[in-house]
């Protein structure tokens, strides 16, 4: 099931919107503070994000802005600014879909699965790209700079975890946790082996300097 998370600072709207949600065979998550909301979106990593405009000590746009900047998660904005205005920069700063409020339960849920299935569609090409390195994930290849090299499983899984977090520091934790997932267990030490073949391996493309050491913290791109 999908999980949604919403960013809705009122407890009666969050309640009626959760329990929609989970009548149509959604999973549900939500913040009840809003002092770190991109980060606790993070956290949770859904499927989609209904993103309230009006949040205290905040604003939905900047939220929307800096959630698009490290996640590709599609946003859903469902608010009751919903001049025109609002609806563009909503659009400029990254959501993908822009409900008024008071919304209509259906029409809420069929916009919600028309855009898993866009993002679906989407993910069937399996390509994404940061700042100048493209990594093909059905090819497990890496390409920049007019080259292209093959990843190994270790390699695809590292890189494809940095890139899609980019911007932020990716816990040595996070990323065991990964390739554990993918394979076997790998150690604190392996994972420094695999860090330097990785970057070995995109130094064949001629790309240096790409994932940065966090010390004590983790890497990035």
């Known amino acids: 099931m999908a999980l949604v998370y919403i960013v809705e600072d009122d407890e009666a709207i969050r309640g009626e919107l959760a329990q929609v949600l989970e009548r149509n065979g959604f999973d549900v998550a939500y913040c009840t503070t809003f002092d770190n909301v991109v980060e606790d979106i993070q956290a949770a990593g859904p499927d989609v994000v209904l993103l309230d405009l009006t949040l205290p000590g905040t604003d939905g746009q900047f939220v929307c802005r800096e959630l698009r900047a490290v996640s590709q998660v599609p946003i859903m904005v469902l608010t009751s600014r919903a001049t025109e205005i609002d609806e563009v920069m909503s659009m400029t700063m990254g959501a993908d879909d822009f409900i008024p409020k008071p919304y209509r339960a259906r029409v809420l849920v069929a916009r919600i699965?028309?855009?898993?299935?866009?993002?679906?569609?989407?993910?069937?090409?399996?390509?994404?790209?940061?700042?100048?390195?493209t990594l093909d994930l059905s090819r497990s290849?890496?390409?920049?700079?007019?080259?292209q090299v093959e990843l190994t499983k270790n390699e695809m899984r590292?890189?494809?975890?940095?890139?899609?977090?980019?911007?932020?520091?990716?816990?040595?934790?996070?990323?065991?946790?990964?390739?554990?997932?993918?394979?076997?267990?790998?150690?604190?030490?392996?994972?420094?082996?695999?860090?330097?073949?990785?970057?070995?391996?995109?130094?064949?493309?001629?790309?240096?300097?790409y994932l940065t050491t966090h010390r004590?913290?983790?890497?990035s791109v």
């Not at 890496?142 to 080259?147: E, I």
């Open 113 to 133: 699965q028309a855009l898993l299935r866009r993002v679906a569609g989407a993910s069937d090409r399996r390509v994404v790209e940061h700042n100048g390195v």
């Open 141 to 147: 290849t890496a390409s920049a700079n007019g080259r």
């Open 158 to 209: 590292i890189l494809a975890l940095l890139i899609s977090r980019a911007g932020t520091i990716v816990s040595r934790e996070a990323i065991m946790r990964d390739l554990w997932d993918s394979d076997a267990f790998v150690d604190d030490n392996t994972l420094t082996v695999n860090i330097n073949r990785l970057r070995a391996t995109l130094e064949k493309i001629g790309v240096t300097g």
């Open 216 to 219: 004590g913290r983790g890497y």
